[in-house]
């Protein structure tokens, strides 16, 4: 059974960073295409950032491009988003996310087939 468990998040002022780690267990983790995703109350779960089992493509959603960096260590199973210059708007539930075969829709949440439990991001004015 594969299980991904994320940690890293917490409360932080505007400006602030916070490094979000999600590790995987249970099968080959390098085999996986990995995604980060949020959910604001209120809101649908919304793409932020994807990166492909090598690190050789990611992508970002346009309202974290150049603030927040995705990467992954295979050796470790553990995938990582480096976010900076934080704003309130970024508050959310960040979830990381498993595909087993790639289908290019990269930013659609009903392509991945594993899921973290979720870890808070509270971002102060």
């Known amino acids: 059974q594969v299980q991904l468990v994320e940690s890293g998040g917490g409360l932080v002022e505007a400006g602030g960073s916070l490094r979000l780690s999600c590790v995987v267990s249970?099968?080959?983790?390098?085999?996986?295409?990995m995604g980060w995703f949020r959910q604001a109350p209120g809101k649908e779960r919304e793409f932020v950032a994807f990166?492909?089992?090598?690190?050789?493509?990611?992508a970002y959603a346009d309202h974290v491009k150049g603030r927040f960096t995705i990467s992954r260590d295979n050796a470790k199973s553990t995938v990582y988003l480096q976010m900076n210059s934080l704003k309130p708007e970024d508050t959310a539930v960040y979830y990381c996310?498993?595909?087993?075969?790639?289908?290019?829709?990269?930013?659609?949440?009903?392509?991945?087939?594993?899921w973290g439990q979720g870890t808070q991001v509270t971002v102060s004015s």
């Open positions: 996310a498993a595909d087993r075969s790639y289908s290019g829709l990269y930013y659609n949440p009903q392509e991945y087939d594993y």
């Open positions: 249970g099968r080959t983790f390098s085999s996986f295409t």
């Open positions: 990166i492909r089992w090598n690190g050789g493509a990611t």
